[in-house]
């Protein structure tokens, strides 16, 4: 199959609507990640995301929506909670976990009775989602286990011959996935940290659960590799000092004929002399939106093994701690 690669022009994104109301499927842009998008009361097209990303069944799509009384059409019960949320962060990186109608399939939800559901706030997002109508199920645009794609070129680079069609935005702003919060439970619980911080929403409606991020019962998704480079992944416990460790780990991994690069916050980069760094930014947003493309980009240099830098456990920082331990797969220094 081509895969055509389209600017988000009206015409094209029409055009990409009409792909999605007759079953096909369709990358485009949000402001998190790039999504693998089909019209989520249609099975048919739904199966054709798990094939395209070699994605196990049992792990739940996210439904996106342009508003809020679409939500309506698909959670059979919006607490009040959910309001304030959603009139809080949405549109935004914030998926709201509620009891599902009937409309959406069993297959979206890998089973679940509940769906989680998301209004993205990315101009080309909500203007396909308006033009086709309907609510679109999708979960992020790579191959499975693969890193997160937040550019069109690396949609292409796993998608390419798999998907009829990928709308071009640029680069996502957030960079990482959504923040997940079940409203199903009294307190509402947090099953995936992302880009909306958990102290944030706790200004918000109070006091929340916060599920472990291996509670594979709750939260599916997260028993699978995830986000991983071709390259190993290290990831540095924070403390003050860890650059003397990260930089002892740099050198025995290049004495043994690796070719480590450390991932590093811009003002930090001078603490690692002559070693290969790659700087993600000045702060924790930044590296957030750099990390999957960094990632991605240590793979394309020729990089065996990536050593990124810890990040204290608040705000965007905690969302980056649940990436960096799925990419190491918990190799954590
Ligand atoms: P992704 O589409 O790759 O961003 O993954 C979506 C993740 O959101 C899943 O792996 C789940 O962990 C979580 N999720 C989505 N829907 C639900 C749901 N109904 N219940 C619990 N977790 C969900
Ligand atoms: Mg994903």
Redesign the pocket.
Known sequence: METKVYMPTPTNIRHCAALLKRGDIVAFPTETVYGLGADARNETAVRKIYEAKGRPAD????VHVADAAQIKEIAADIPAVAVKLTESFSPGPL?V?YRKKSIIPDIV?GG?Q???IRIPAHPVALDLLRDAGVPVC???ANLSTKPSPTTAKHVMEDMDGRIPAVLDGGACRVGI??T?I?VTTDPPRI??KGGIPVEEIVRVIGDVGVVRSDSTA?????KYKHYAPKAEVLFSAYYDDMHSTICEYYDKLKTSGKNPVILALAPRAKLYGSRAVMTVGADYRAYAHNLFADLRLADEKGYTVVIAEGVEPKGIGESLINRLIKSSGGQII
């Open positions: 792990n739940p799509l996210i998926t976990v939800t679940l509940t769906v989680g999708a979960p992020s996935e959504s997940v079940d099953l995936r709750l939260c599916p998704g997260m």
